[in-house]
C-alpha cells in the first residue's frame, strides 16, 4: 500500500529560526513528490514540485530535497515569518495514473 | 472568481438527510477529487474522475456517491448523512501530472 509518512506532526518555532519538515514514502513506481502549504480553514496549495532526478528545489525561503534512493523528502524554512504558520504537506504521485497520495502534514506554527 | 468553486462552504444536516456538494471549476481540468480531511489525519480520498465518463472509488467511498455532470463539475452526494461523515470536505482539479489545484472546503456537520 502506498504510504506517505511526515514528521514532526507539530512544530513550534520563533519568527525569524530556520525549520526542517521531514517526508518518509513508499509510493511505487514514483513520479513525482510535492509540498503543499495550507493555511487553517483553506485548501491547499502547491509550493514545489520534484521529479525522480531533482534532488533540490527552491522557492523563495522554502528549499525541499529529495532523495529516490531512500524515499525521503525535506522541506526547509529559512527565516520564518508569521505567515509560514500553517500545516505542510507532502504529497506523492505514483507512476503512470498519477493518482496522488497524501502525508498528514506537519502543523507548524511561528510565534513572534 | 476562484478557480475551483465549491458551494455550500458551510452546512448543518441531520442525521439522515440527502446532501449534496457541488463543485465546479474554471482551470479546464479533465481530473477531478473530492477529499475528506478531518483532523490529525490529513486529506482522505473518497472518488475520482479522469474524464466525464470515468468514476473511480478512492479510500473512503462507503456512503457516499458522486456525479460528474460535464467536465467543469463534480458532485459529492452523502446519501443518508450520519454524524461521523462531520468533516470539511475538499474538490480539486489537475491535468495529467500537474499539480491539484482546490476549492475553499465545504464544513458539514451532521447532528
Known amino acids: 500500500k502506498n504510504q506517505v509518512e511526515q514528521s514532526p506532526q507539530s512544530l513550534i518555532i520563533l519568527e525569524g529560526k530556520n525549520c526542517t519538515l521531514q517526508?518518509?514514502?513508499?509510493?511505487?513506481?514514483?513520479?513525482?513528490l510535492r509540498w503543499y502549504k495550507q493555511d487553517t480553514g483553506r485548501g491547499p496549495v502547491s509550493l514545489t514540485i520534484?521529479?525522480?532526478?531533482?534532488n533540490t528545489k527552491s522557492n523563495g525561503r522554502y528549499t525541499a530535497t529529495l532523495d529516490a534512493d531512500t524515499k525521503q523528502s525535506s522541506l526547509h524554512i529559512t527565516a520564518s515569518q508569521l505567515s509560514d504558520s500553517a500545516s505542510y504537506i507532502c504529497?506523492?504521485?505514483?507512476?503512470?495514473?498519477?493518482?496522488?497520495?497524501f502525508g498528514r502534514g506537519t502543523s507548524l506554527i511561528v510565534h513572534p | 472568481d476562484a478557480d475551483v468553486t465549491q458551494t455550500p462552504r458551510n452546512r448543518i444536516t441531520k442525521t439522515g438527510k440527502r446532501i449534496m456538494l457541488e463543485c465546479s471549476q474554471t482551470?479546464?481540468?479533465?481530473?477531478m477529487y473530492w477529499y475528506r480531511q478531518d483532523p490529525g489525519l490529513g486529506l482522505q480520498l473518497i472518488y475520482y474522475?479522469?474524464?466525464?465518463?470515468?468514476?473511480n472509488k478512492g479510500e473512503i467511498s462507503d456512503g457516499y456517491s458522486v456525479s460528474r455532470q460535464a467536465q467543469a463539475k463534480f458532485s459529492l452526494s452523502l446519501e443518508s448523512a450520519i454524524p461521523n461523515q462531520t468533516a470539511l470536505y475538499f474538490c480539486?482539479?489537475?491535468?495529467?501530472?500537474?499539480?491539484?489545484?482546490f476549492g475553499q472546503g465545504t464544513r458539514l456537520t451532521v447532528v
Open positions: 480539486a482539479t489537475s491535468d495529467y501530472n500537474t499539480e491539484a489545484f
Open positions: 517526508c518518509n514514502y513508499t509510493v511505487s513506481p514514483f513520479s513525482n
Open positions: 520534484m521529479t525522480f532526478s531533482e
Open positions: 504529497v506523492v504521485a505514483s507512476g503512470g495514473s498519477y493518482i496522488p497520495t
Open positions: 482551470k479546464g481540468h479533465d481530473r
Open positions: 474522475s479522469f474524464d466525464v465518463k470515468d468514476i
